[in-house]
């Protein structure tokens, strides 16, 4: 990454911590949130957010994703919010530093080198060396777990001192309430001679109240079943008035209907008999020359008219049967038109033929009318016979209704009296259970069943009068020595289960002590190796090596599994002294001793700015060497480097280039021949920062090429 002082090249090393979820404004060159926001310029306008990506290759899933390209965005708005994603997902900040933990990148101090600060590496002092090998080494989660099992064991020692002191506090009143409670032993022998005497009474009283229920029980199943079967009669016979009901209404309808048409038959009865006689009158006054058109025409006439007025009911509502009668007397008007044009030269002939006709129709309309008589008669025979079946089974219904009511006043009076019985059975059932307890019901099934000792009721009242006498231990005291009791076993438990968590937690912390002992011994070993090779190689010679501070512990005065734990160890205060005297010293520290070629140098403070840079380079590239990182971000770590410790720290990079990804921002030649790309970053007039890129192998092949 090159480009002009000012160009914007930092921001992009500042932009990586700051995706990663740095907090401190300090190393972002700020003050606040928003500084990292565009403050805009004479010729573009601020923006309201800003945004930073960082796309990972993970088709190895180093990352544990089901992605092979994972991106890491942070985006913050000028009212305070902001945001963290992953491919897009918004997440928290947590879940994005979990998340590079487990891929092994973690947020460690050497991964981005800012700007002038690569020689804190080592003047960070020896604490800081050592946390710088531990995050390289990976043993950082041992003691972020170590820490919290000591501080579970810390609560853990802390609640088990409060189970034993409230142990010790229970104790003296459990033995109180335990001495009391023994006189309830005395008290035995009688209580269970009352007890006995008690199981025998109630049992023989509630025997016979539940045989005198099964007894009434029978007979209310008797009237349950004559209830059943009247009412099912009862059922049956209100059905067939029903059906006999529906029957007699269509009996009712039909013989209405017959009565309608007979009624109708005697209207046209009437209108042939006066046809008829009109007929006859014109026979006798009709002359042998008279036209036979006016002979017809008074019935041609009639007819029309009420054919008309027929057709105009039809015109206002249609009905198939007065359509059918109009279509009827149209066709009787069409007869006898036809009839006078056919005997316009006898009209007594045709008077006499029509008479005739008259007679003969009068004869089938008799006969009509005789048989509708006789159907209207036959159904009014049914409907009386039908009547009479129906009041029939009204009386029997009634009379079955009446012996429902009756039935179902003795079963009511049965169920009176069961419910009484049901009451005494309760009062005895809930005094048992007074005196006996809610398992009586058992005891009563043990019991036997002969006839009870005399005088059961007084003896019963003799032996409660003699336990009275004794007298007894209060309820409240047996109560609370029960509830004292269980407190005391549940402490007690929980004091053990408090101890075996101590214990579990004591060996895991021994455990993690070991693996991070070993694995720290094993990364300081290798990257001491590393970190003498590139300072000889840095210097071109010189000594440099890293040794270990330890400090022994504090004694340690109490123990998290209380006094008497530590009583029955038989260790005092001396005996704690003298293995904290005795014990192995911790490492709270790496010391860095670096001579450069023709110097007798030992301390770090001592050297000159190029080289602590150089001495930090030659920690940093044995940290890399040993564990490799994904990516490093070098922002002018070599400026303070002259041109042949340049080429040296150039050949470093490349040798450490196939493990880890480099990003270095530089004005050095001889770091930009190491690199396989340039980003040219540069800065127009609108101070927006621009990036070119070129690749330096394909820039050569141009070249050739040219």
Not at 591 to 613: D, H, M, N, Q, V
Request: hydrophobic share 35%.
């Amino acid at each position: 990454m090159v480009g002009p002082n000012g160009s914007g090249k930092s921001n992009i090393a500042d932009s990586l911590r700051w995706v990663f979820g740095e907090q401190s404004m300090k190393l972002l060159r700020g003050k606040k949130s928003e500084d990292v926001i565009f403050a805009g310029s004479d010729q573009k306008a601020r923006l309201g957010t800003a945004e930073v990506s960082v796309y990972f290759d993970n088709h190895d899933h180093r990352i544990p994703l089901d992605y092979d390209e994972v991106a890491i965005s942070r985006r913050l708005y000028r009212d305070g919010n902001s945001e963290y994603l992953i491919n897009g997902n918004q997440v928290r900040l947590l879940d994005i530093q979990e998340l590079l933990n487990n891929s092994g990148f973690g947020t460690t101090s050497y991964h981005v080198i800012g700007q002038g600060t690569i020689d804190q590496l080592v003047l960070g002092g020896p604490a800081a060396i050592k946390d710088l090998l531990e995050e390289a080494s990976g043993v950082k989660p041992y003691y972020v777990k170590r820490d919290r099992a000591k501080r579970r064991l810390e609560r853990t020692g802390s609640n088990l001192e409060q189970v034993q002191a409230l142990v010790s506090e229970i104790e003296p009143r459990l033995r109180s309430l335990r001495r009391q409670t023994k006189r309830l032993e005395e008290r035995s022998h009688i209580e269970k001679e009352l007890r006995e005497g008690q199981v025998i009474y109630y049992g023989q009283i509630l025997r016979g109240l539940e045989q005198q229920l099964q007894e009434l029980g029978g007979k209310v199943q008797v009237f349950d079943k004559q209830t059943g079967d009247l009412n099912r009669e009862i059922s049956e016979l209100l059905r067939s008035i029903e059906h006999g009901e529906k029957d007699n209404l269509g009996s009712t309808k039909v013989a209405k209907k017959l009565r309608a048409d007979l009624e109708v038959l005697h209207k046209e009865k009437l209108t042939l008999q006066e046809r008829q006689a009109t007929t006859r009158g014109q026979l006798k006054v009709a002359s042998p020359k008279e036209s036979a058109l006016g002979q017809f025409w008074p019935d041609i006439k009639n007819k029309f008219h009420a054919a008309y007025e027929r057709f105009l009911k039809l015109v206002g509502s249609f009905d198939v049967k007065e359509a059918e009668g109009v279509k009827v007397m149209l066709g009787e008007i069409a007869l006898l038109i036809k009839r006078a044009e056919g005997e316009e030269a006898s009209p007594q002939e045709a008077l006499v033929r029509e008479e005739e006709r008259l007679s003969h129709d009068l004869q089938k309309l008799f006969g009509d009318i005789q048989k509708l008589e006789n159907d209207l008669r036959s159904y009014t025979e049914q409907e009386e016979k039908a009547k009479e079946q129906l009041f029939v089974r009204e009386r029997l219904l009634r009379t079955k209704q009446e012996t429902l009511l009756r039935t179902n006043e003795q079963k009511n009076s049965l169920a009176i009296e069961q419910t009484r019985f049901v009451t005494r059975r309760e009062a005895y059932e809930q005094e048992a259970t007074a005196e006996l307890g809610a398992d009586f019901k058992m005891l009563l099934e043990r019991s036997k069943s002969g006839s009870p000792p005399a005088n059961l009721q007084e003896k019963i009242g003799m032996l409660k009068r003699q336990l009275a006498m004794i007298g007894g231990v209060d309820d409240m005291i047996v109560q609370e020595y029960r509830e004292t009791e269980e407190r005391y076993q549940y402490l007690t438990n929980q004091s053990a289960d408090l101890q075996k968590g101590v214990k579990d937690l004591q060996e895991i912390i021994v455990e993690l002590d070991e693996v991070i002992k070993k694995e720290f011994n094993e990364a300081f070993q290798k990257i001491t190796e590393k970190f003498v090779e590139y300072f000889r190689i840095l210097f071109n010679g010189g000594r440099a090596s890293m040794a270990l501070l330890r400090e022994r512990p504090t004694p340690r005065l109490s123990s998290p599994t209380g006094g008497e734990e530590s009583k029955e160890g038989g260790e005092d205060e001396e005996d704690l002294e003298f293995q904290a005297l005795s014990g192995k010293a911790e490492i709270v520290g790496i010391e860095i001793r670096a001579t450069p070629p023709g110097k007798k140098l030992a301390g770090i403070a001592a050297l000159s700015g190029g080289e602590r840079a150089l001495t930090s380079i030659a920690l940093l590239s044995s940290l890399l060497a040993t564990f490799p990182s994904p990516f490093v971000v070098l922002d002018e770590v070599d400026a303070a480097l002259d041109e042949a410790n340049s080429i040296r720290f150039g050949k470093i990079l490349g040798t450490l280039a196939h493990k880890t990804q480099f990003i270095t921002i530089t004005h050095n030649r001889e770091t930009m021949r190491q690199s396989h790309t340039l980003y040219g970053v540069t800065m127009g007039d609108d101070s927006v920062s621009k990036v070119l890129s070129l690749k330096l192998d394909q820039a050569a092949v141009y070249s050739t090429k040219n």
